[in-house]
């Protein structure tokens, strides 16, 4: 892969849950199997579209994306969009779920000089470590299937181009209500006017998680001698 050295989009993508995957050896391998397949495929397959290049790192349990040609920041946005709707929706089908931050800035690529038995890339920048960050951000984590764009030194053009729907893909990124620092890719979805539901729907899953374990709780435990303790 050549060199890189510029200003562009990284978007860190995360296997969700991998953690708790590699308690199991076999299913973990197979997933992996499938992430850097299915990232590989998609990668070189959008080279023969009319699309700017994006270049892809996968190692571990996550990859990362970043737009190498010099044209428009929305042009490079849209591709980078594309591939990761695309990568998103093939490993859905194989019940992998995948968390996704993109952030904007300076960033750099570097083959280093390979000895035997030793591989050298160097990879930094601002946005690369941006990205990072937001996916690992404990103040405001990330949920499954979320690909969230950091807002912080974003383009303008890029923030004009997502409110006036320029494009079929920019049409679904919003914004949630309490969350004033990212915006929101739907790769999930075809339409804009599906995103309410799609999110009264998210988080009532994400609510019956807490209600399932309340439940469970309540279910071994002798509410009504607590109660009657309490009282």
Known sequence: MEDF??????AFIDISGFKELMRK?????????????????????QQNENYPKVDGIFISDCGILFVRQTISE???????LKIIKEIN????????????????????????????????????GAAYVTAYLDSDDGNSKIQPGQCRIVKRNLPNEIKTAIGNHNSCILKM????QKDNEHY???????????IEEFERKYYDACNSKYLAILNTLKGNADTRRMASNNS
Not at 74 to 80: D, R, Y
Not at 89 to 107: C, N, P, Q
Not at 173 to 176: A, E, Q, S, T
């Open 5 to 10: 050295n510029g200003d562009t989009f990284v």
């Open 89 to 124: 929706r093939k490993m859905l089908v194989e019940d992998v779920v995948l968390t996704t931050s993109i952030a904007y800035g300076y960033f750099c690529y570097e083959d280093r000089i390979e000895f035997q038995r030793i591989k050298k890339n160097l990879i930094y």
């Open 74 to 80: 929305e042009k490079k946005f849209e591709a980078l």
């Open 184 to 194: 929101y890719y739907y790769w999930m979805l075809e339409d804009p006017s599906e």
């Open 173 to 176: 990124v919003g914004i949630l």
């Open 25 to 45: 050896r076999q299913k973990a391998e197979d997933i992996l199997d499938k992430f850097y397949t299915t990232g590989y495929d998609v990668v070189d397959q």
